[in-house]
């Protein structure tokens, strides 16, 4: 069984809700899956887009001042002495 893209799950949505599928759909990913921004979508998955999105920019940046972006949420501290 193949997966089915997100922007497909969107546009089955509005085809079973009788809606018109527009050339390019909007949606965004909740913790229901993809869900067309036309629907409710009051549950974001807001991990998703850390995971997916946040942290790999952050981690193309972070990578200069050698650090993980792992490292600046989990309570990395700077030494207070050089050793």
Partial sequence: ???IPPPAKAAQQLLD???EVPREIEYVMTLRGP???VFD???I???HYIKKQIRPL???VLWMFNIGFD???SGFQLPLFDQ
């Fill in 45 to 47: 998955d807001y991990a």
């Fill in 58 to 60: 952050a981690d193309s």
């Fill in 41 to 43: 979508h009051h549950d």
């Fill in 71 to 73: 490292e600046m949420f």
């Fill in 1 to 3: 069984v193949k997966s």
């Fill in 17 to 19: 809700a009788g809606m």
């Fill in 35 to 37: 869900v067309p921004t």
